[in-house]
């Protein structure tokens, strides 16, 4: 397979609360890592390369090692940085040179069906950059030092997901003039488009939700079928 899927684990989980990496936060005897990989090896064969937090490569490599049964595919560890942005790129050095599409997903979207995960790499192009995003279901509102100050037109938003497919080289240039420009981007969609790439939407899931707060946290061991804390 000439895809590849870079699992940003590297985050510390400072909103989780739970006093280690978010990664690596069991949710019913499987950690949040564990999990997210679960749905990898269980999506098209491709080169999977983890971000782990720094201290925490071995218990990303075991997770991975318990994922990949059948020890078919390239998989390494690699270390991550102090934002997203900065772990994204570090998984981009391990890629093979053989690559040609490269997903971004984040490992706290622990329980992303593996259907997403295909979908995503199937509809990458050499043209265009994919995710997965659902339409928004809250009312939302403008507001400004605590008073509403307008209504937002909700059909004209999604709430994006991972993972996030590119074409590989487009990719990289981005994240090169990204690191030169010294520009944070809130994910890889908006870094590429901020390079002059297109993106393209496609229907995303509600299993796909990111693990951030201790809630969320409580709806995946509900999912699971895990005992509750
Ligand atoms: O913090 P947040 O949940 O938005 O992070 C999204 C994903 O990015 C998580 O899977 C997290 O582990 C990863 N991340 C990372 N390196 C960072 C920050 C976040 O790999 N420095």
Redesign the pocket.
């Known amino acids: 397979s000439t895809t590849a899927i870079i699992v940003?684990?590297?985050?510390?989980?400072t909103?989780l609360g739970a006093g280690a990496?978010?990664?690596l936060v069991d949710i019913d005897g499987r950690t949040v890592l564990r999990h997210a990989l679960d749905g990898v090896f269980a999506a098209a064969p491709m080169q999977v390369v983890v971000?782990a937090p720094a201290g925490f490569e071995q218990a990303a490599a075991d997770a991975l090692l318990d994922a990949d049964r059948d020890r078919g595919r390239r998989a390494s560890v690699v270390v991550?940085?102090?934002?997203?942005q900065?772990?994204v790129a570090a998984g981009l050095a391990a890629l093979h040179p053989e690559i040609e599409v490269v997903l971004v997903h984040?490992?706290?979207?622990a329980l992303t069906p593996a259907s997403q995960i295909d979908a995503v790499a199937g509809a990458v192009n050499s043209e265009v950059g994919v995710i997965p995003a659902l339409p928004v279901v809250d009312t939302l509102k403008q507001v400004s030092g605590g008073e509403v100050v307008g209504p937002v037109d909700r059909s004209l938003l999604a709430a994006a997901q991972t993972p996030q497919g590119f074409p590989r080289q487009p990719l990289l240039a981005a994240y090169e003039r990204a690191a030169r420009a010294g520009d944070e981007h809130t994910d890889d969609a908006a870094l590429f488009a901020a390079a002059g790439g297109t993106v393209r939407s496609i229907p995303g899931s509600e299993r796909a939700f990111?693990i951030?707060t201790p809630a969320d946290l409580e709806h995946a061991r509900m999912l699971v079928g895990g005992p509750m804390p």
Do not use: H, I, Q, W
């Open positions: 940003v684990a590297a985050g510390s989980g909103r990496p978010k990664a971000v991550g940085g102090e934002t997203r900065e772990s984040d490992a706290a979207r990111k951030t």
